[in-house]
């Protein structure tokens, strides 16, 4: 992954964590799920952007 598109994923997740979160939260009740739910979707994330 070049630099510039690396620093772009770190922005945007530092950007939209929380509402990540909040929005996994509203959909599991549970905040332990729903860090989860994030992280994992981040993995995902990472290599396709």
């Known amino acids: ?3 510039e598109d690396e620093q772009a994923f770190r922005e945007f997740v530092t950007s939209e964590v ?3 979160r909040k929005l996994a939260y509203v ?6 799920t ?3 739910a994030v992280a ?3 993995v995902k ?3 396709r952007w």
Request: glycine share 4%; no cysteine.
């Open 1 to 3: 992954m070049k630099a």
């Open 18 to 20: 929380a509402s990540l």
């Open 27 to 32: 959909t599991s009740g549970d905040w332990h």
């Open 34 to 36: 729903a860090e989860d």
């Open 40 to 42: 994992n979707a981040l």
């Open 45 to 47: 994330l990472y290599p």
